[in-house]
């Protein structure tokens, strides 16, 4: 049926695109952390020049308060990114589960309109 062809390929598109979600989701959680991970040897690297790593001390370079609340942002926005990944990796799977019940009816009604061969196991005796 041309109909339940229609439907298994929107329930492809759809599975396809959840996955293309979930791997940009991926790419971004990564890209965080590489960042964060910059920071903090920014940080210590400047905490080391300045010889201070007390963040509370009057004397605490300006740049490692900066690149902390930077790196706290960006360590918030990949946790609220992790959420989001879960929420998409939940949905994945319910699309995955309808693209095969997609795929199950459409084998199903081919197997229906495929027509019966006669049975050419005829003995001769």
Known sequence: MKSRENLVRLK???VNEKRRQLLQ???MIAEFDRMAGELELQINA???KAGI???NHF?????AKAARLRRDNLK???ADLLQQKAAA???LAEAEAELSKAELLESRDGKRSEPETPNRN???G
């Open 12 to 14: 492809q598109f759809q």
């Open 89 to 91: 990796e939940s949905l």
């Open 25 to 27: 989701l991926d790419m």
């Open 59 to 63: 004397a605490y370079p300006t740049f």
């Open 53 to 55: 790593t007390d963040i």
């Open 76 to 78: 918030n926005s990949q």
């Open 122 to 124: 005829v003995m001769i």
């Open 46 to 48: 400047e905490e080391k």
